[in-house]
DNA sequence: AATCGATCGTTACAAACGAAACTATGCCGT
DNA sequence: ACGGCATAGTTTCGTTTGTAACGATCGATT
């Protein structure tokens, strides 16, 4: 091993930033979200929980605020104010399931399905005009790449594959950084 | 497939959102940067924005905070809390700069110099894992096509490309929907 | 049918976040 | 040199988010 410089101006970094897959995704996922959220925030006064909870009753109907989370993958807290929200805003209706009285159906009001109306075409074409960079062959190749992506960071294990040297397992009560 | 009725009284659906490519990127991006934090979050006590200091400082040596807000795409608050963060640990100093004395360029500590140097292979590796489902010819595309997204989501009016009809404009005076 | 544990959704509380205000310093024109 | 404005970074404050606790209901077991 060499010996170390005890200040050196600079190593070769070990990680460029720019070029680290996760930072990436996050950034354009960040500007992509923000982007669109500017062309519908500002006009119906509606934010991203909300848009996603109304996207997705507008997409099945009739649903329950745990399918939601499962479909638009938000937390129930998160499901639960956004469609409070929307509730007190006349944009969305509560039905009670008899079935089983701890959960309801949520569906959209006139008011909200025409809201829905309103902003689906908007975002569509915002996608679509974010696309519309890529050449067909590229485009078909993100969704393709955007699912693996996801079944793989999905299935990875909390540890990296290769083992570290002991079993020296971490610590399970530390906190999982949020953010 | 016959025509099974879920749903009552619902038209075709007017965006799915699990084939909608803002959605898509915002949840591969958090699922990714979830499993990446997994990693190293409960083994080093460290979140995510004090891991992009970390990075950044590694990345460039001595940088002062503006610069790092830059490169890792961070608000300068975030910024300012996270390098709080890891300076009160020990693992980043400040150096004043006496030609500008607002700013200070911030360095790695031998500590902060050595928890860069276990947590920047185990990025790497994460990425690397994760790279390792797509197909050579894919990752360059992604490659390509993540920055042409960017480009064009940053380049992107928050209004959409086609009139309304009338001039009526957006009002300029609501809430941003953060989120 | 009484009880126990699981599940749905809301509420309570605390941490994290961002916008704006603030401090300190630098820059520039007069 | 002085006054006004710009910039770097921190602090403050209100909002948003997530974790945990909670009430209500369901299903299964006895």
Redesign the interface.
């Known amino acids: 091993m060499a010996s170390r410089r005890i200040r050196p101006?600079?190593r070769d970094?070990?990680?460029?930033?720019?070029a680290?897959?996760?930072?990436?995704?996050?950034?354009?996922?960040?500007?992509?979200?923000e982007?669109?959220?500017?062309?519908y925030?500002?006009?119906f006064?509606?934010?991203?929980?909300e848009w996603?909870v109304l996207?997705?009753i507008?997409?099945?109907?009739?649903i329950t605020a745990g399918a939601i989370g499962q479909?638009?993958?938000m937390h129930k807290v998160k499901v639960s104010r956004a469609a409070a929200g929307l509730e007190s805003r006349g944009l969305v209706a509560r039905e009670a399931n008899a079935k089983d009285r701890r959960e309801a159906f949520l569906a959209l009001t006139p008011a909200g399905d025409a809201l829905?109306?309103r902003i689906?075409?908007?975002?569509?074409?915002?996608?679509a005009?974010?696309?519309?960079?890529?050449p067909p062959e590229?485009a078909a190749?993100?969704d393709?790449?955007?699912d693996?992506?996801?079944?793989?960071?999905?299935r990875?294990d909390?540890?990296?594959?290769?083992p570290t040297e002991s079993g020296a397992r971490?610590?399970?009560g530390?906190?999982?950084?949020?953010?």
Request: glycine share 8%; aromatic share 6%.
């Open positions: 101006d600079r970094p070990a990680l460029r930033l720019a680290f897959l996760p930072y990436r995704l996050n950034v354009v996922a960040a500007v992509v979200s982007g669109l959220a500017r062309r925030a500002s006009q006064g509606i934010g991203i929980p996603r996207a997705t507008g997409e099945f109907g009739r479909h638009a993958r829905y109306g689906a075409p908007l975002a569509l074409a915002y996608a005009e974010l696309a519309a960079v890529l590229d190749a993100l393709r790449i955007l693996a992506l996801l079944a793989r960071a999905g990875m909390p540890a990296p594959p290769v971490p610590r399970p530390t906190r999982p950084a949020s953010g």
